[in-house]
């Protein structure tokens, strides 16, 4: 007797439906990236959540418990387990995690962190349709990127574990680097498709046979 298929859970009947804003250059993202020069992905539909608490308020200790904490400073990140937060300004964050932790699969940050602010001065705003993510990866990522980025991307300026807003390509981003040659932009959705062809055109002289 032919087994039946088990039937499609919400959690995969919601990711089934869900075309990341990037989608159409999955084959130009694979086709682009040079291994073990510079390499270029979609991390798509990760949860992102907009913060805004006064850090040192009952309210912002009360969020900063949820989080593993809120970053201090300009370009310093947070986080514990896989979601990290990011200072975006004096009284506003990021928090970025992985897509399982937003609401409508099932994970319950979003509601602790409205729970949290209570009623509290402050903001919990569910972005995460509000843009999408690049991964830019390789020895040659910094080079790429300082081709329209103003930042300083030098490793003794720009430290593993930083994130600032900025523009790469003169487009809105913030920019955060998770390695020593690892990079992640988080673009508005409707800037995607463009920023993701810059970086492929510049990426595109370290797939010539002639750069070492």
């Known amino acids: 007797m032919a087994e039946t298929a088990a039937p499609a859970t919400s959690y995969e009947k919601n990711l089934s439906l869900r075309v990341s804003p990037a989608a159409q250059l999955r084959a130009d993202f694979e086709t682009g990236s040079v291994r073990g020069v510079v390499e270029i992905s979609e991390v798509a539909f990760l949860t992102m959540v907009g913060l805004r608490v006064n850090r040192d308020s009952d309210a912002g200790q009360r969020v900063a418990a949820v989080t593993g904490g809120l970053p201090a400073t300009c370009g310093s990140v947070t986080g514990t ?10 009284e506003e964050f990021l928090v970025v995690a992985p897509r399982e932790a937003h609401e409508s699969l099932g994970g319950g940050l979003i509601q602790a962190l409205r729970e949290a602010l209570g009623d509290g001065a402050g ?16 020895p040659r990522a910094r080079a790429v990127l300082e081709k329209g980025c103003s930042l300083d991307l030098h490793p003794r300026v720009l430290k593993a574990g930083t994130a600032l807003s ?3 390509g003169n487009i809105p981003v913030v920019l955060w680097k998770t390695g020593e040659e690892t ?3 988080f673009p508005r959705a409707s800037f995607a498709d463009f920023l993701g062809r810059w970086l492929l055109d ?8 002639e750069v070492p």
Request: no cysteine; hydrophobic share 40%.
């Open 183 to 185: 990079f992640r932009l």
């Open 81 to 90: 387990g896989d979601s990290s937060v990011l200072w975006l300004g004096p």
């Open 123 to 138: 903001q919990v705003v569910d972005l995460s349709a509000n843009r999408t993510t690049f991964e830019l990866t390789g």
């Open 166 to 168: 900025t523009e790469v």
């Open 202 to 209: 510049a990426m595109r002289e370290y797939a010539s046979p």
